[in-house]
């Protein structure tokens, strides 16, 4: 039975897996800074700035996403046009994306500044932790502007299926993040310690110089010269910013509204206290790395999608988005073993405070469990961004998140006195719901264009 459905999706394995593998490590780098943040952190500081990361994270990420779902608005259409031989069209997209970025990013640094800054004391949260908190969230606010413009670029190259330059801007990004974060936390070279908001600011220098190479690589490199003859920077119109903003809205909303249930789950169990709060961090955090991987997997199969989508080639569409399914299935059950397995180990990573750690080790077993339903969500979500699908999914991730997750994470937290852990079984069910819907979405997506292609052949013939 196994060698027989292997046989069948072999060539769609290899093809997906070529393609995944690189924007894994691209993607697994946005985490990476956030998770570099929180080890550096932990391990040259306190507990208390430990939470404050926590509590910035859980801010500043949901403002980010809003900012990379309109990127991601950018790479089906690329591939769509790209599968349609439109090479000059992919030009006129990355002009009117890279417009579209800068002034989400500006709109996005205001919105923290202005807004974010101002409430981020009435959250009912440890003042020590919002007193290290607030300058940290000031420099990471500052870098959304040159993280949109690399992902532009980014999104540009993935979406004519070149992954791995991406990839290698990230990986040297993150090793300059790192080391610079130690040096400011810490204080080296002569160099004043700087606590929390050292890592605050490396990680505005990295994304700043991370932008500056990847569009280098774009508007150099003679991989892209038929893609970007109508290429202009200040080029931007009506029809073709409204196709951006179409897919890259609601992609927006898809993660706001799922980053945004974590994220107040991580407040809520601020409300518990510090301890908690830095527990929580540190599961989220692993978590987290197996999503960005699961992510890679999910905007190859975008890609994949959206290019057989294009060439009207819909049962290659439909074989290639089970085939990510399959390799989603397979890695997140070992991540899951691992995590069950090793929870008592893990949380050391990131701390050696043994009362964090006790708590951590419980919530890291739970993210393993809900390890499946993670990876197989964002599949859902990526292989209906393909074809364009973007309202229904996002209807669904409201549903999954704001409907069930929160809502049953906090009766069983608060009314049955499960504290933090019940705060996780409630995001747990909510992956659950969202997999399962957008599963059932899939399939009828799906089967519906392949039944299309039958009837305009019969009655062709």
């Known amino acids: 039975m196994l060698s027989k459905i292997y046989n069948k999706y072999k060539h769609y394995y290899k093809e997906n897996l070529v393609l995944a593998l690189p924007i894994v490590g691209s993607q697994v780098g946005h985490t990476l800074v ?29 403002i980010m996403v809003i900012g990379l779902g309109i990127s991601y608005g950018l790479t089906p259409l690329i591939a769509q046009e790209n599968g349609r031989q439109n090479h000059a069209e992919c030009g006129k997209l990355l002009s009117n994306s890279l417009i579209i970025n800068i002034l989400i990013g500006i709109f996005l640094y205001c919105l923290v500044h202005f807004g974010v800054l101002l409430v981020i004391d009435h959250l009912n949260q440890t003042p020590a932790v919002v007193s290290y908190a607030k300058p940290y969230l000031g420099l990471l606010s500052a870098s959304i502007i040159p993280l949109l413009v690399f992902q532009t670029f980014k999104q540009f190259a993935e979406g004519l299926g070149f992954t791995k330059q991406a ?30 908001s050292g890592v605050g600011l490396s990680t505005l220098i990295d994304r700043t110089l991370m932008a500056i190479v990847m569009a280098i690589y774009v508007l150099r490199s003679k991989h892209f010269k038929k893609y970007l003859t109508d290429f202009k920077a200040t080029f931007i119109d009506k029809v073709r910013a409204f196709k951006l903003i179409k897919i890259g809205a609601p992609v927006a909303m898809q993660y706001s509204f799922e980053i945004s249930a974590f994220s107040g789950a991580a407040i809520l169990i601020g409300t518990i206290g510090a301890v908690e709060q830095a527990a929580h961090q540190i599961a989220i955090g692993l978590a987290a790395m197996t999503y960005m991987m699961a992510s890679g997997v999910a905007s190859a199969a975008t890609i994949k999608t959206g290019n057989n989508f294009g060439k009207n080639n819909f049962d290659d569409l439909r074989k290639s988005a089970i085939a990510s399914y399959h390799v989603i299935l397979l890695f997140m059950s070992c991540t899951a073993i691992i995590f069950i397995l090793a929870n008592n180990l893990l949380p050391f990573i990131y701390t050696g405070d043994l009362k964090v750690v006790a708590i951590a080790s419980q919530l890291v077993i739970i993210a393993g469990f809900f390890q499946l339903f993670d990876g197989t969500q964002v599949v859902g979500l990526g292989v209906l961004r393909g074809i364009g699908d973007v309202n229904i999914p996002t209807f669904i991730t409201f549903l999954a998140y704001w409907v069930v997750g929160i809502p049953v994470g906090y009766v069983l937290g608060f009314h049955f006195g499960l504290g933090v852990n019940g705060i996780w079984y409630g995001l747990t069910l909510g992956l659950l719901t969202a997999s399962i819907l957008l599963f059932l979405r899939f399939q009828n997506k799906t089967r519906a264009l392949n039944m299309e292609i039958v009837t305009d052949g019969k009655l062709a013939k």
């Open 34 to 62: 956030h998770m570099a943040d929180s080890i550096i952190v932990g391990h040259f500081t306190d507990t208390t700035q430990l939470a404050s990361v926590s509590l910035v994270n859980s801010i500043f990420i949901l």
């Open 167 to 196: 990839m290698f801007v990230s990986i040297w990004g993150n090793v300059l993040n790192i080391t610079l974060g130690i040096i400011f936390v810490k204080g080296m070279f002569g160099i004043k310690p700087m606590g929390v």
